[in-house]
């Protein structure tokens, strides 16, 4: 039996993929990983590893989650700077969920190292 492949899309499993993030095994290498690894959050509902990875000037206190989302798949749209040659990045993408998508051009930074999500345009 073959375990479920990660929610962000990848070909390799929740544990090898996402999950090693999420359990702080690793930190994501670059912003595309932290996008699709805060995706693989939201579908696993994982408030702590989300609000761990937000910019500390933009952190919420709270993630809400929307009990009726049940998101689908990942598309990656573009992504421009974010390896770790760079100190900033963006990331484009397209989540689906069951009725909709969510499509947004997401800022990201490193602090102290680490890949931060900062905030997001939608687009249309």
Do not use: N
């Amino acid at each position: 039996m073959t375990s479920p492949s990660c929610p962000c899309g990848l070909p390799k499993t929740y544990a090898e993929c996402c999950g090693r993030f999420h359990r702080g095994e690793a930190a994501a290498p670059t912003a595309q990983a932290l996008m699709r690894s805060r995706y693989s959050a939201f579908v696993k509902r994982d408030e702590a590893y989300l609000l761990r990875t937000w910019h500390p000037a933009k952190r919420p206190a709270r993630v809400e989650f929307d009990g009726g989302t049940r998101w689908t798949g990942l598309e990656i749209v573009d992504a421009t700077d974010g390896s770790a040659f760079h100190a900033t990045g963006t990331v484009t993408f397209r989540a689906s969920y069951r009725g909709g998508s969510l499509h947004e051009r997401s800022r990201f930074e490193r602090a102290d190292g680490a890949w931060v999500y900062v905030d997001g345009d939608f687009l249309e």
